[in-house]
């Protein structure tokens, strides 16, 4: 006697996502390059010429990391007009929560009143926020649910060793949130993502929170970067992933009205926009100059600082390209909110 194995069925259509509201905190506290050389021997000029960067925001003891995402998110619940008990998901793209758990995203859904929601954290570094898009898209795409709030959040001066003269100068804290949900036309394009483990020491922290047996380091582990191999390696893989996406989303590059890559460092955002040819009409977004690499949170602060400043406008189309510690890399070309 045989039996057949009952099939699963899924009988609901797939339909299109975007971007529908947009939100950001950015920490009261702006860090000049003149405090950064003070304790590290760095040249203010030297700072600048080398990051871009000119200031970056540094949390307070009350901006906790639960904290800007929920402003964050809140802000862009308003945007879209959506109430918080509409959110199916809760999506939040950190490295730097101290908690192994709970997820910093069951804390957002729960301060938020996203009571029905879903809820859990993605672990991509500065790549991050592509993915969990990447996500949530899929999420909307297939009907799981109407909408997916996307949050990328870090307080990334909590595992930072300020007087690193590698890396003190570069990162900063922030959080920014997108509300993805329904669209009748495509908002949202297909990712392109990948990791390359065999470059993992060049981001990576410095010790982890203990060997395995239970014993701990002597000092607090912090953020530890090679420079070079990650700018060398950014330069190499981000112009020719940045082209995949455009060609799985059909966009040519002069279609671009914007250009929003993770804020790692301006001399690797000079090269991808040389490499892909940007003209003057796609606006490129240099946020990182006063509020340094936020990593998972820097992606959407730029955006929203191109949409607020003008200097890009609701529908243009924006091509995301978030890269970070693994080393990772994503993106997708989405329509603005």
Known sequence: MTTTTPAIRDTQELRQSRLLGLGVHRPERSVPNTEIAG??????????????????????????????????????????????????????????????????AVEVAHRIGARQAAAFDISAACAGFCHAVALASDLVRMRRTDYVLVIGAERMTDILDHTDRDTAFLFADGAGAVLVGPSDEVGIGPVVWQADGSRNAALKMTDPWHDGTGARPDDRPAITMSGWKVYRWATDEIVPAARRMLERAGVTVDQLGALIPHQANMLITDVVVEQLGLTGRTAVARDIVTSGNSSAASIPLAMEELLSSGKAHSGDLALLIGFGAGLVYAGQVVRLP
Do not use: C, F, H, N
Not at 46 to 56: A, D, L, Q, T, Y
Not at 68 to 77: D, N, P, Q, Y
């Open 39 to 104: 304790r590290t021997g760095l040249d203010p000029a030297w700072i600048e010429s080398r990051s871009g960067i000119r200031s970056r925001r540094y949390a307070s003891a009350d901006e906790t990391l639960p904290a800007m995402a929920t402003a964050a998110a809140e802000k862009a619940l308003a945007a879209a007009g959506i109430g918080a008990d509409q959110i199916g998901t809760v999506i939040v793209a950190t490295i730097t929560s101290m908690e192994q758990m709970p997820a910093v």
